[in-house]
């Protein structure tokens, strides 16, 4: 009997703690297929819950005398409007220890972003302006005409990205330095990346909307004044999309030509700034992810996140077969979002190139190669880029194009997703269909277009 008794104690106890671990929430850790900055962490804070009391607590774990519980944690940025998001260094212990804090809802890596290419060589084939032209028109065939019929007069475009080379004569004052996620003057030093797209954008010589008011969100530092990618980071993304929710003015367009290795915490950020009534446009990105010899991807998902099992890399077009990699915008945040408009590129010849990313996350096509636009290193000078940055900035240019337009004068009544929807619908109504030779399978084969003066 008593032997009994113990075995009927033994059960219970063991079901006790069965039901005890199956009741505690554990929250997940999402990792980034192009790695991240290492122990550096977004913890996305549960709805209902106060981000500075579970602030607190993660700071309380630490013991400052006890240097045996060797829990290291340190809060660098709460982030509270966007998405509540508390950025922080955690050490392993800490990992551990702060799945017991309350109101934590998943914890992902801080991944690594990047600007969607640069360097470019000129195309001697095709005129400087042949994206103005292209988009004009419906057929293939670029007639001379570079006009579009509309300037984007009184929208707000906010570009997340290196910086603005704001005092180029192109942008006749109409770009303005907004915020430095690094606590500088917010200028373009290092690669140009965001004055090529800017230019692209509204420039007044080769840009779409001749007219809009730029605000220039520096989020992405020099990678080679710290020989790493520390200062290429979603948390910095983060931090500009959250100044973007506090101090945005409508109709605002928000351009991300940038990219990381799927971000739940970013497609999050992306939906609210969608949902607060500013069109989000992005960059469908560049192949990054290796083939196995099974045609598969390297990578696994883990979470709603995406892990790569080796380091990433950039493969060098002039070195790789492409054809060896995964050309594939859903593996891309926040270019898989379905509330951004995910824009692919074309070169001069209606061709997708090889590095340019297609899929069913892709909405549109537009030029992307070798694209005449405005170069940072002086006030007056021009060069050419090429990417899907290039290729997103002439879609944020036709959004800029189409508000200015009247497309989202509606009754008040609507809610402003719904209005900033009617912008993505016309964009995707205009466009012109079959022309993108190799679109690739699954890709909506649409190339944009807006009306010539
Ligand atoms: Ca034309």
């Known amino acids: 009997m008593r032997c009994r008794e113990l075995q009927a104690y033994i059960f219970v106890g063991a079901l006790w703690a069965l039901l005890q671990a199956s009741s505690g929430y554990s929250p997940p850790v999402i990792q980034n297929s192009d790695g991240s900055l290492g122990g550096q962490y977004l913890i996305k804070i549960k709805a209902g819950y106060d981000i500075d009391a579970v602030a607190k607590e993660i700071e309380d774990l630490i013991v400052p005398d006890d240097s045996k519980s060797k829990v290291h944690a340190e809060i660098k940025h709460k982030i509270k409007n966007v998405v509540p998001v508390i950025v922080a260094r955690l050490n392993f212990k800490a990992q551990e220890k702060i799945q017991t804090v309350a109101g934590i809802e998943y914890i992902e890596e801080d991944g690594i972003v990047k600007e969607e290419n640069l360097a470019s060589d000129k195309d001697t084939k095709v005129p400087k302006d042949y994206g103005l032209d292209r988009i004009n028109q419906l057929d293939s065939g670029l007639d001379g005409n570079v006009t579009i019929n509309g300037d984007g007069f009184g929208t707000n475009i906010y570009l997340l990205d290196t910086g603005i080379q704001d005092l180029h004569r192109d942008f006749e004052c109409r770009a303005r330095h907004a915020y430095d996620a690094f606590g500088g003057d917010g200028f373009d030093t290092c690669t140009g990346h965001g004055t090529a797209v800017a230019g692209i954008i509204a420039g007044s010589r080769y840009g779409v909307a001749k007219r809009a008011t730029m605000h220039s969100l520096k989020v992405i530092g020099c990678e080679a004044e710290t020989g790493s990618y520390e200062n290429h980071a979603v948390s910095y993304v983060m931090l500009g999309l959250d100044w973007v929710m506090r101090n945005k003015v409508s109709p605002c367009v928000v351009v991300l030509a940038l990219s990381t290795g799927g971000s739940r915490v970013l497609d999050e950020a992306v939906k609210t700034i969608h949902d607060a009534g500013?069109?989000?446009?992005?960059?469908?990105?560049?192949?990054?992810?290796?083939?196995?010899?099974?045609?598969?991807?390297?990578?696994?998902?883990?979470?709603?996140?995406?892990?790569?099992?080796?380091?990433?890399?950039?493969?060098?077009?002039?070195?790789?077969?492409?054809?060896?990699?995964?050309?594939?915008?859903?593996?891309?945040?926040?270019?898989?979002?379905?509330?951004?408009?995910?824009?692919?590129?074309?070169?001069?010849?209606?061709?997708?190139?090889?590095?340019?990313?297609?899929?069913?996350?892709?909405?549109?096509?537009?030029?992307?190669?070798?694209?005449?636009?405005?170069?940072?290193?002086?006030?007056?000078?021009?060069?050419?880029?090429?990417?899907?940055?290039?290729?997103?900035?002439?879609?944020?240019?036709?959004?800029?194009?189409?508000?200015?337009?009247?497309?989202?004068?509606?009754?008040?009544?609507?809610?402003?997703?719904?209005?900033?929807?009617?912008?993505?619908?016309?964009?995707?109504?205009?466009?012109?269909?079959?022309?993108v030779l190799n679109a690739g399978e699954g890709t909506p084969n649409r190339l944009l277009y807006l009306q010539p003066n």
Request: proline share 9%; hydrophobic share 40%.
């Open 278 to 435: 500013c069109v989000v446009v992005a960059a469908a990105g560049r192949s990054e992810l290796a083939k196995t010899d099974e045609g598969q991807p390297k990578f696994f998902p883990v979470g709603l996140g995406y892990r790569a099992p080796l380091p990433p890399t950039t493969p060098d077009p002039n070195k790789v077969d492409l054809d060896n990699y995964i050309h594939e915008a859903c593996a891309r945040s926040p270019a898989r979002s379905p509330y951004v408009v995910t824009v692919a590129a074309i070169g001069s010849t209606d061709t997708v190139p090889s590095w340019s990313n297609t899929g069913l996350c892709v909405d549109l096509f537009a030029p992307g190669e070798s694209i005449y636009t405005v170069n940072f290193k002086n006030d007056d000078d021009f060069f050419y880029a090429s990417g899907t940055a290039m290729a997103a900035a002439y879609v944020a240019g036709a959004a800029a194009v189409h508000i200015a337009n009247g497309v989202t004068e509606v009754p008040d009544i609507l809610p402003p997703q719904v209005v900033n929807n009617l912008v993505k619908m016309k964009i995707l109504k205009d466009t012109s269909t079959c022309m």
